[in-house]
């Protein structure tokens, strides 16, 4: 089946990719001391160097939080913002246009890490309610999901969003593009969904207040970056412990997406279901399946829209062409492919096998091992 579909370009507000391979976020836990370096640097080339149109990069925290697993960068200092700027030249070079995505854990960080400790902050949230699962590999007796604190003033945490992405534009000119984590079970999600949000000021409650967490974020980000700016969102919840019954998500995710395309975004991206991302507690599947891409592809007038999990570059190319989607985000398949856009282009297998590394690290001499040691084919 031809895949040329996926191989023309795209106008994604201020910029121009090269074709309609996205390489999906993918958390891979490289940088110690949350400080971009150059083995991550490696990794991103060899995506843009491989063809990818797009790179949307793994979630970057906004402010020092305790994450499950370590290890991962950020983007609230001046270090930061001068790695990353490194970074993203590089992938420019190669072709490749790069957007740094924005990330808040909310519930999901542990008050025993090290990192949260460091930041002198509690374990922020919408309600104080605990997320089920979890586990902290990292941490003595490695704990779960604890009872977060409810945030008194949400506009606090908009401000960490709207500092980081300030911190990037002004201080190093970092890229002209961010896109906001809003999927995953994380802090935009947790606003959006009754069961992790149970307030009863402007921020909870109502479909609308719900909401506005997410919105103002997309706003305040957009002060900084303009219309470069996006969002990921993932309907079906599941993971994390995000989901609620069938119609009210369908209604919730609905208004959202409504009102951020008033904005004027670059393009959201959305995350079908899949079983990986679907855990099973209290003996039942959490998440809420549904078709993502007919029931909310027709509401997005005014920004792209990339669809992502599950997908085969045969499949994505259907989607484009068809025009359902503008392109597609490939995740799990980069792992271990990172000339993934060059093999579908000329027609070559996905057969590399990832290592069971490709997600954590043992020490400083592994970092390579499972993320940029995968062999490139032949051409």
């Given amino acids: 089946m031809s895949t040329s579909a996926l191989f023309t370009p795209l106008q ?17 836990n490289r940088a110690p001391g949350s400080i971009p370096n150059d083995i991550m640097k490696e990794y991103y080339v060899q995506c843009a160097r491989g063809g990818a149109g797009l790179i949307v990069t793994e979630g970057t925290l906004v402010t020092p939080q305790g994450t499950e697993w370590p290890h991962v960068p950020g ?3 001046f270090e930061q913002s001068a790695a990353w700027r490194n970074i993203v030249d590089a992938v420019h070079a190669e072709g490749s246009k790069i957007y740094v995505q924005l990330w808040h ?3 999901l960080s542990h008050p025993d890490a090290p990192e949260q400790k460091l930041s002198g902050m509690p ?3 919408p309600s104080a309610i ?3 699962g979890g586990r902290f ?13 409810e945030i008194e003033d949400p506009w606090t945490l908009v401000k960490m969003y709207k500092d980081a992405a300030v911190h990037a534009k002004k201080k190093q000119d970092l890229t002209a593009s961010n896109t906001v984590q809003g999927a995953g079970g994380y802090l935009i999600a947790q606003f959006l969904d009754y069961t992790a949000n149970q307030r009863n000021d402007q921020w909870g409650g109502s479909i609308e ?18 219309n470069d700016v996006s969002i990921k969102l993932g ?6 412990d995000v989901g609620m019954p069938l119609q009210d998500a369908i209604d919730t995710f609905s208004y959202f997406i409504n009102e951020a395309d008033t904005l004027g975004l670059s393009y959201f991206l959305l995350m079908q279901y899949t079983e990986a991302f679907d855990p099973i507690i209290d003996g039942k599947r959490r998440a809420i399946q549904h078709d993502i891409l007919r029931t909310y592809v027709p509401l997005v007038k005014n920004s792209k829209v990339i669809a992502n999990a599950g997908i085969t570059p045969e499949a994505g190319a259907v989607l484009v062409s068809s025009g359902k989607v503008d392109a597609i985000a490939f995740g799990v398949p980069y792992i271990a492919h990172p000339d993934l856009a060059k093999r579908v282009e000329h027609g070559k297998p996905l057969d590399n096998i990832p290592s069971g590394l490709y997600f954590q690290r043992k020490g400083e001499e592994d970092m390579r091992v499972g993320y940029t040691d995968y062999p490139l084919a032949s051409y």
């Fill in 209 to 226: 207040n719900r909401a506005r967490f997410g919105l103002e974020v997309l706003k305040a980000v957009k002060e900084v970056f303009g």
């Fill in 235 to 240: 309907p079906t919840g599941g993971f994390n």
């Fill in 75 to 77: 983007i609230w200092n």
């Fill in 130 to 132: 605990s997320a089920r």
């Fill in 12 to 28: 994604l507000s201020s910029h121009t990719i090269r074709n309609r391979i996205v390489t999906a976020a993918l958390t891979r």
């Fill in 123 to 125: 374990v922020y949230a």
């Fill in 105 to 107: 854990l909310g519930r």
């Fill in 137 to 149: 590999r990292h941490i003595p007796g490695e704990p779960g999901y604890v009872t977060p604190t």
